[in-house]
């Protein structure tokens, strides 16, 4: 691709693989709850929608039922007790780092994940390269879908949009990024459930491995 600036990720699902933790939490609330846990399966295809989206599923509550954020945050707790026990990067993306760094192309997070467990991942599993920039939703006024954040992220790159890449495993994502007006890169290997539609998205292009990034890149 060329004349490109910089590369942005979506964190959980696209990035990292988060789900191995955050089923680790959820099961440990469930069963304090006296209820059975789930499988990393079925949690997977939760990640993406938080925490909240999380006990929506597992709990059958509504948002605004007076147990549901009580629940919500005993299960961050949890969370962020064993948020780096088994996350790590999805198999092929440290070769994709790798080599935006012999390239010298600087890359950065763009995730909808609060800062406070965003930046304790990466203080638990540093990565190398480290991303340039990292902006959470405590850093914008509004969040993927709007492209208010990827926006921040080039500028703060000193990257045109239109000469960013933004890599997502949701639609939101991609949206995102269409708004934002990078190039975007469907990541099908993450967080997709089965009512998911990855070809209505409008990506630029799909990738079923984080390896295949490279090929679109390089």
């Known amino acids: 691709m060329s004349e490109l600036q910089a590369v942005l990720f979506d964190l959980d699902g696209t990035l990292l693989d988060t789900a191995p933790d955050f089923?680790?939490?959820?099961?440990?609330?469930?069963?304090?709850?006296?209820?059975?846990?789930?499988?990393?399966?079925?949690?997977?295809?939760?990640?993406?929608?938080?925490?909240?989206?999380?006990?929506?599923?597992?709990?059958?509550l509504p948002r605004e039922h007076t147990e549901f954020e009580p629940l919500r945050q005993e299960l961050l707790t949890y969370y962020l007790d064993t948020l780096a026990d088994q996350t790590c990067l999805f198999p092929g993306m440290n070769e994709v780092l790798t080599r935006l760094a012999e390239n010298a192309i600087p890359w950065g997070i763009v995730t909808n994940k609060p800062e406070l467990y965003t930046l304790e991942i990466l203080k638990r599993l540093p990565l190398t390269p480290p991303p340039e920039t990292v902006i959470c939703p405590d850093h914008v006024s509004r969040t993927?879908?709007?492209?208010?954040?990827?926006?921040?992220?080039?500028?703060?790159l000193k990257a045109k949009p239109e000469n960013c890449i933004y890599v997502g495993d949701h639609l939101r994502d991609i949206q995102a990024g269409l708004n934002a007006g990078t190039t975007t890169i469907a990541a099908l290997y993450g967080y997709l459930s089965h009512e998911d539609q990855p070809d209505s998205w409008g990506a630029h292009y799909q990738v079923a491995h984080a390896s295949e990034i490279n090929d679109i890149i390089f």
């Open 144 to 156: 993927k879908p709007d492209p208010e954040p990827i926006l921040l992220a080039c500028s703060e």
């Open 23 to 60: 089923a680790t939490a959820l099961n440990r609330l469930l069963v304090a709850r006296n209820k059975q846990p789930l499988q990393l399966t079925n949690v997977r295809q939760l990640v993406s929608n938080g925490s909240a989206g999380i006990i929506e599923f597992a709990f059958k």
